[in-house]
């Protein structure tokens, strides 16, 4: 039987492409989407996901609009990787409908409290509504099936050296999140940047009609040519991030034990293969881009292709140029364990797997 999910996300390119492939996998059935500011204001994350979901037939499954701000901070935005509208480059028609009435925090904890345990969480954008409601509904914890994140990166970052942009954009909340009881699956940099759009990925997108003409092509070309060439010594945030809330949250959260993770971190690349370890944390690169959500989702239907090692991960709250950095202990006792941390991915089977749902997409919409 096909798993349950609810994706909270940004859309943001890659959500967009995350949500297709949601849709398309016959092991995954999505009940629910809510979004939160990310890549764009909440509107647009909403608008997008709305537009998305009727694209490509999703019938009437609810977009619920969430969180506009994060917990703290300002708004950190991604206008330059996934252009004005969220969607560089895609040609959608408006939806067929608004989003659901309420908030997306109360919609997470109704819908997975109704379902005890039968509900996996995926959550691609800032973490903002699942602090939320965890603040507000501890025993979500251990309502969901399983709990996926794309965000943070056992290694470097990509919005600035230390911090990937996902925890970047509301570290609080991130903080939160990670010491709420429960594991979180951390797919983050280290496997995302291993799963690239080559010219050879796109050329098995051609020929899916309207699903990869107005939407995987073009969004693939706005996405890449609105990359930062954040590969330059300087980064591309110079970390506006760290000055901000950094004392306020008082988030004991995060605590103290930054010891020694730096290291192990780069060692794991062990398990799934890929490339050596010293590269799994470079940034993205101009011609082939990362397809970073659609990995934490299908880490949710095929765990066997992306492999996990468990750990202790603290997030930065206070760090003068590391605020947002996923602190990853691999050497943690066990019983200090939080997260299972995506390391390797098996990238051939990974794109099988992808361009197989997107097809069962595209025939879907041609029937139509
Ligand atoms: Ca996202």
Redesign the pocket.
């Known amino acids: 039987m096909a798993q349950k999910v609810i994706i909270d ?2 859309p ?1 390119i ?2 967009a492409l995350a949500l297709v492939f949601a849709h398309g996998d016959p092991g995954l059935d999505v009940c629910g989407i809510t979004t939160v500011a ?2 764009v204001d909440l509107d647009k994350t909403t608008a997008n996901a709305l537009r998305v979901r009727d694209f490509i037939g999703m019938g009437d499954v609810p977009v619920v609009p969430g969180s506009a701000v994060p917990l703290l901070r300002p708004g950190l935005d991604a206008r330059e990787i996934h252009g004005n509208t969220g969607l560089a480059g895609a040609r959608l028609p408006a939806a067929l409908s608004g989003p659901a009435p309420g908030h997306a925090v109360d919609y997470l904890i109704e819908t997975i409290s109704a379902a005890p345990g039968e509900i996996t969480l995926v959550a ?2 800032p973490l903002t509504n699942i602090a939320l409601a965890v603040r507000r509904e501890p025993a979500l914890t251990s309502l969901v099936r399983d709990f996926v994140i ?1 965000g943070g990166s056992a290694g470097r970052g990509n919005r600035t050296p230390a911090a990937e942009f ?1 925890i970047l954009a509301d570290p609080e909340s991130a903080a939160i999140v990670f010491s709420a009881g429960w594991t979180v699956t951390m797919i983050g940099l280290d496997v995302t940047l291993q799963a690239r759009v080559t010219a050879a990925v796109r050329d098995r997108m051609r020929g899916l009609g309207r699903l990869a003409d107005d939407l995987l092509l073009p969004s693939l070309a706005g996405y890449r040519t609105n990359e930062p060439a954040g590969s330059g010594p300087a980064g591309s945030g110079p970390a506006g991030s760290g000055a901000a809330g950094s004392g306020a949250a008082g988030s004991g959260a995060a605590g103290s034990g930054a010891a020694g993770s730096g290291a192990a971190g780069s060692g794991a690349a062990g398990p799934g293969g890929g490339r050596p370890a010293a590269e799994l944390g470079r940034p993205d690169d101009l011609a082939d881009p990362a397809v ?2 659609v990995c934490a989702v299908a880490r949710v239907t095929r765990p066997d292709l992306i492999s996990c090692v468990p750990a202790l991960v603290q997030v930065e709250t206070a760090g003068r140029l590391t605020s947002g950095m996923t602190v990853t202990d691999f050497a943690a006792p066990a019983a200090q364990h939080n997260a299972m941390v995506g390391a390797g991915i098996d990238v051939d089977a990974f794109w099988d797997l992808v361009l197989s749902a997107y097809q069962r997409v595209a025939a879907g919409m041609a029937s139509q």
Do not use: E
């Open positions: 996300c940004d943001g890659d959500d990310g890549n691609v954008g794309m996902n970073h959500d």
